[in-house]
């Protein structure tokens, strides 16, 4: 706690590479950080070209990297998880806005033990070392839900905007890693991401109110891009829905621009979301001077510092 406390007070003196929510008119300035910081080996866990695809895109999606029998383990645990709510912590549960059908369930890795391994597993751990340049840790862990004909929306947003100003994130040197345990269609609701949208950060409008994550998880009003620089966003470099079989692993830069429709069709949608930090870009005071949000959003003792279970599979 005290060498929290003490990282929290000099991040006062931190300067703000990615202020927002600061003025009345949305900005954009160009990112100031690297991209993918390791230098490509043979011996990198990623091909050249899937490295340099991350690079240019923000995004990349690797399909076979779970055998059928880890992805059978992984629906048998989510269905668990789903049917034992009533014994998880209320505070991790996010539930849909009107109709109340179960959103998200966060800290999945701290709650589960097959999660746990998952998110441990060298297979993944590799590629985030190699992208983001040295040991990391686990910022956040959630399942996500979108139920059959009434999943609701996930509007645009950065996460590193977020996780900058709410959560004390000082540089892009995090991604996000989602595995997919339900067949994503192009229909009902999968991923939709902006390429080329990482060069970039939308710097947004508006105070951030108090506890703003409580409402936020279930719709986001603040830290959401104005609708002239998305639509620029989107002109440069289109839209795309990268959709897979069971068991595929999309990853995506901090500060890529996604988010993802409502699903109305019978076909529900559940992905599981590891997100990976640098150790050394641990977090700070948040940016936009409000309190901390709580730490199954935002790890802040780094208690998810890997690797505990590096040569473990699920």
Not at 15 to 44: C, N
Not at 87 to 114: M, T, Y
Not at 182 to 203: Q, R, W
Request: aromatic share 10%; hydrophobic share 35%; proline share 7%.
């Amino acid at each position: 706690m005290k060498e929290q406390l003490k990282q929290e007070d000099f991040s006062a003196n931190q300067t703000d590479h990615y202020p927002s929510r600061l003025d009345t008119v949305p900005k954009v300035m160009a990112r100031r950080d690297p991209v993918v910081y390791s230098e490509w080996t043979i011996d990198s866990p990623l091909t050249y070209a899937q490295t340099e695809s991350y690079a240019h895109n923000g995004f990349l999606t690797l399909p076979d990297i779970l055998t059928s029998s880890e992805v059978a383990c992984l629906q048998r645990e989510t269905r668990a998880l789903q049917d034992g709510v009533g014994v998880i912590d209320s505070e991790l549960l996010v539930r849909e806005p009107g109709n109340g059908a179960l959103r998200s369930i966060f800290k999945v890795h701290q709650i589960n033990r097959i999660f746990s391994r998952l998110a441990c597993d060298h297979r993944l751990i590799s590629v985030a070392r190699f992208l983001l340049g040295e040991a990391v840790y686990i910022h956040q862990s959630r399942l996500n839900f979108k139920p059959a004909f009434r999943g609701k929306e996930f509007y645009w947003y950065s996460d590193f905007e977020t996780w900058h100003v709410e959560d004390g994130m000082p540089r892009m040197c995090a991604l996000s890693m989602s595995i997919v345990l339900t067949p994503n269609y192009g229909f009902n609701g999968p991923l939709m991401l902006i390429p080329g949208s990482h060069h970039k950060y939308v710097a947004c409008v508006g105070e951030t109110p108090d506890k703003h994550y409580i409402q936020s998880l279930k719709k986001q009003e603040y830290g959401v891009p104005d609708d002239n620089n998305l639509q620029a966003l989107a002109e440069a470099g289109g839209i795309e829905t990268p959709t897979g079989p069971i068991g595929t692993v999309m990853l995506f830069d901090c500060n890529t621009m996604h988010g993802s429709n409502s699903n109305i069709t019978p076909f529900p949608r559940s992905n599981f979301f590891i997100v990976y930090n640098a150790c050394s870009n641990r977090l700070v005071a948040p940016f936009g001077r409000k309190p901390p949000r709580p730490d199954f959003l935002a790890d802040r003792g780094m208690s998810g510092t890997l690797p505990a279970f590096e040569g473990d599979s699920a």
